[in-house]
């Protein structure tokens, strides 16, 4: 794969060395944009205000715990 895009792409990975990602372990997804776009929605009064695309993408990311029930995924809100 580095041949095809000559190495224009490649970032340092920021995963953990030592760490073995397929272990039973509770992992912290983090979108982010180009420039730190606000695409998704607004925040307005510390509440998401999710536009059209904001909405297709929280829909999708529901579906991932039924596509997926063998992963053990859950829902964890930070208050």
Same mark, same amino acid.
């Given at each position: 794969?580095? %041949? ?15 760490? %073995? ?11 982010? =944009?180009? =420039? ?15 536009? %059209? ?10 579906? =991932?715990?039924?596509?997926?029930? %063998? ?5 964890? =809100?930070?208050?």
């Amino acid at each position: 794969m580095p %041949d095809k895009f000559k190495n224009k792409y490649r970032i340092e990975s920021a995963r953990l060395q030592n760490w %073995d990602y397929r272990s039973k372990a509770k992992y912290f997804v983090t979108i982010c =944009t180009k =420039t730190r776009e606000c695409f998704f929605g607004k925040i307005r009064n510390g509440e998401m205000l999710l536009n %059209d695309v904001g909405k297709i993408v929280e829909s999708e990311w529901v579906k =991932t715990f039924e596509l997926r029930p %063998d992963m053990n995924l859950c829902v964890s =809100t930070i208050l």
